[in-house]
């Protein structure tokens, strides 16, 4: 993987994180990293996914893709949250 394949990651892993986090009712208690890492994760899942589906190469933008991305990702934060919430009680 190239440097920009990695900066390509991040900032695609930091927009799907954060429209993921938003998707979450209430406060999270997870950092930007974890967000971040969560979204790389959600992001890679999600385009595996989209690629069994067929629907990875469409003209424009990719809506389902996207979609799939951001739910995975909000479902991601949602059990990184939670998990991290019963460790601290």
């Known amino acids: 993987m190239t440097a920009t394949g990695i ?3 991040i900032i695609i892993g ?3 994180g954060a429209l993921g986090r938003l998707l979450v009712r209430g406060r999270q208690h997870i950092s930007i990293l ?3 890492l ?7 899942i999600g385009s595996w996914i989209a690629s069994l589906l067929h629907v990875n190469n469409t003209p424009g933008i990719d ?8 739910v995975l990702a ?3 934060v949602s059990l990184v ?9």
Do not use: D, H, N, P
């Not at 969560?38 to 890679?44: D, F, W």
């Not at 809506?63 to 951001?70: D, F, N, P, S, T």
């Open 38 to 44: 969560v979204g790389i994760v959600a992001a890679l």
């Open 34 to 36: 974890v967000t971040i």
């Open 81 to 89: 949250s939670g998990g991290a919430g019963r460790r601290r009680i």
């Open 7 to 9: 900066i390509s990651a």
């Open 63 to 70: 809506w389902i893709e996207l979609l799939i991305q951001v």
């Open 74 to 76: 909000a479902i991601g």
């Open 14 to 16: 930091l927009i799907i």
